[in-house]
């Protein structure tokens, strides 16, 4: 299995997969606000918030209550665990934060109440630019941008968010970052630019796009220099 494959697999994961918690002692409560976020009940987050447990509370896999309310896409919720004092820093096992898992989402909404929450919108590894480039999530990555985002950053298999756009055929969303001036020859740790994941799909839209920036074919591209 990819890299990638990997993390869009533990994107997936189910509350049910997550409820086991470093903490026995309140492993109760802990499972009545996995139900109340599960079912969009915010009074009963309130309440259970209100009888003491702790917002950044994790599970065995670093999994906060903030991660699962926005994977759950309840906005609502989000505002009450920030409210609470929810860390939106918080990375679990996989280096996932809450802002990655809104951006590989599209949850534009929650995107913003994170990065107004002071959410770090750079860090090394997959940033949340690059998982919102993956899905063609075009408004979150414009946010993103206009926040700071560091448009050439790569991911640890070499993965820009314009290589990854392109390679999942979203025009709009590659149109976007040529806009502002993301650079079309930075390419995979196999050697692939954006230009060949068009070619490899046969999207000629894309491909032209690229053409058009200057995008050139990975084995075009001059390797980096040997380090002495």
């Keep these: 299995m990819s890299k990638l494959s990997a993390a869009i697999r533990r994107l997936s994961l189910s509350v049910t997969a997550m409820a086991a918690l470093s903490l026995p002692a309140h492993a109760g409560i802990y499972e009545d606000m996995l139900v109340a976020i599960k079912t969009g009940s915010k009074p009963d987050v309130i309440s259970i918030l209100n009888r003491g447990l702790d917002p950044n509370i994790v599970d065995r896999e670093g999994y906060t209550l903030l991660m699962i309310a926005v994977r759950d896409g ?6 009450i665990l920030l409210a609470a ?7 679990n096992a996989h280096g996932d934060s809450a802002l990655r898992l809104a951006a ?6 929650i995107v913003e109440k994170l990065v107004k929450a002071r959410a770090l919108v750079n860090h090394p590894g997959w940033t949340p630019l690059i998982y919102a480039a993956y899905n063609g999530h075009t408004p979150v990555v414009e946010y993103l941008l206009e926040n700071g985002a560091n448009i050439d950053a790569q991911a640890d298999n070499g993965f820009s968010a314009l290589i990854a756009a392109a390679r999942g055929g979203h025009e709009d969303t590659v149109a976007a970052l040529l806009k502002r001036k993301a650079n079309p020859n ?5 050697g692939d630019s954006a230009m060949d ?14 053409r058009a920036a200057g995008g050139l ?8 220099p040997a380090k002495q």
């Design 74 to 79: 309840d906005a609502d919720i989000v505002d």
């Design 197 to 210: 994941f068009a070619l490899q799909t046969n999207n000629d839209k894309i491909y032209e796009r690229l």
């Design 104 to 109: 590989f989402k599209g949850s534009l909404p």
């Design 217 to 224: 074919s990975g084995q075009a591209i001059a390797p980096p």
């Design 186 to 190: 930075l390419v995979s740790d196999r």
């Design 85 to 91: 004092k929810a860390n939106p820093n918080a990375r």
